[in-house]
């Protein structure tokens, strides 16, 4: 069946290092992607998203790669602090099926160390 | 307002009995939708609405589940008949226009006892 998974379900780094947070997808058509970060008692808050005709989109501390051969999703966070720690996960979509609603992974859990 | 409001936050029933959730959109949003995201899991697509077009009705688990929006304003999600799997939390999340980037609000958590 299509799906979109997230290789490791959790990841501590230390305060000052880079993140990458990985995200397996199935659905070949998929060709709209989304990160969210989801802190603790609140809903999914957007950090940056990619179309598949890109392979790399940069945003205020964060970069989302996008290799479409492999279908594989990252997101690097760099000089990651203690407000990264929450629940992160890869949505995907495929708009040009006129199919707007998002396939989310399970989320990794990422804990920053002091 | 300044983001998706949703009401209650918290709210527990018992097992059979019907709950409505409230979700207020972004001003201006056309598209809303309803996930649910079980504990330790991801969001599971519901239904969404935009504008006066059909619902994509797709991912509702059960007829106990429905829901309605009106004109491009509030919506109701209903569930009947409550059974303990239903307890999770409800994402309402609203974009403006169907491709744009949708926008989460804090959730109802439900727990049916």
């Known amino acids: 069946g299509e799906s979109v998974g997230l290789h490791l379900p959790t990841l501590s780094v230390q305060e000052g290092d880079n993140s990458i947070i990985n995200c397996a997808y199935s659905?070949?058509?998929?060709?709209?992607f989304i990160w969210y970060k989801q802190e603790s008692g609140k809903g999914p808050q957007f950090i940056i998203d990619?179309?598949?005709?890109?392979d790399k989109r940069q945003g205020q501390r964060v970069t989302v790669l996008l290799n479409k051969t492999v279908k594989h999703l990252s997101l690097q966070i760099a000089a990651t602090q203690p407000g990264d720690s929450a629940v992160y996960f890869c949505a995907e979509t495929t708009p040009h099926n006129n199919d707007y609603k998002l396939s989310f992974g399970a989320g990794t859990t990422v804990t920053v160390r002091a | 307002g300044a983001g998706v409001s949703q009401s209650p936050s918290n709210k527990v029933t018992e097992k059979g009995k019907d709950v409505e959730l409230r979700c207020d959109p972004i001003?201006?949003?056309?598209?809303l939708y309803w996930y649910r995201q079980r504990l330790g899991q991801g969001l599971e697509f519901l239904i969404y609405?935009?504008?006066?077009?059909?619902?994509?009705k797709s991912g509702l688990p059960s007829d106990r589940f429905s829901a309605e929006r009106t004109g491009e304003s509030v919506s109701t999600l209903t569930i009947q008949r409550t059974q303990q799997e239903d307890s999770a939390v409800y994402l309402c999340?609203?974009?403006?226009?169907?491709?744009?980037?949708?926008?989460f609000g804090d959730g109802t958590r439900l727990s049916i006892l």
């Open positions: 990619i179309r598949s005709n890109m």
């Open positions: 001003s201006g949003h056309t598209a």
């Open positions: 999340a609203s974009s403006q226009g169907i491709s744009g980037s949708q926008h």
């Open positions: 609405f935009q504008g006066n077009s059909a619902p994509d």
């Open positions: 659905n070949s058509a998929s060709d709209y």
